[in-house]
């Protein structure tokens, strides 16, 4: 969860790479992407600089990769889940990564909720907010390999 804007572009063109390469080799290749809605920016002394959210625009990117078809694009992963959550609100200051780990950690009812964030009409090579329907396909494709 470490400045998600910053890196998200080299995250995601390494997953494409990673998955050409794996999927070369004829083997089937499946990805949880978990992140928060809301989540720290912090910069090089662990201080929180701003908070950012999971937007429409970061979203983009996923609602592409759905439409690609798994059998002609071999960096498309095979099935993946992205998946937003909603944590609790933080209602204390919060300056750096210490207390932002503290907060969550000392709460006796942390309760994690699907992000309620509609980020469009995914197809079928991207699952949004749905573990047993990602689970269900996969078990589906594995079966039928």
């Known amino acids: 969860m470490k400045n998600y804007s910053q890196n998200s572009n080299n995250y995601f063109e390494n997953m494409l790479g990673e998955t050409a390469n ?7 290749y499946f990805q949880i992407f978990i992140i928060p809605e809301k989540l720290p920016y912090y910069n090089k002394q662990g201080l929180i600089q701003k908070w950012e959210e999971f937007t429409i625009h970061n ?3 996923y609602l592409t990769l759905s439409e690609d078809n798994i059998q002609t694009s071999i960096h498309t992963l095979t099935k993946t889940l992205l998946f937003v959550i909603h944590l609790p609100e933080i209602n ?3 300056v750096d990564k210490t207390d932002y780990v503290h907060f969550y950690e000392s709460k006796a009812d942390f309760i994690v909720s699907e992000s309620n964030t509609q980020y469009g ?5 991207v699952i949004y907010n749905d573990y047993e329907d990602f689970i269900d396909k996969v078990v589906h494709y594995i079966h039928f390999i």
């Open 22 to 28: 794996i999927r070369c080799a004829n083997i089937p």
């Open 92 to 94: 204390q200051p919060i």
């Open 59 to 61: 979203a983009t990117k």
């Open 121 to 125: 009409d995914f197809s079928s090579a």
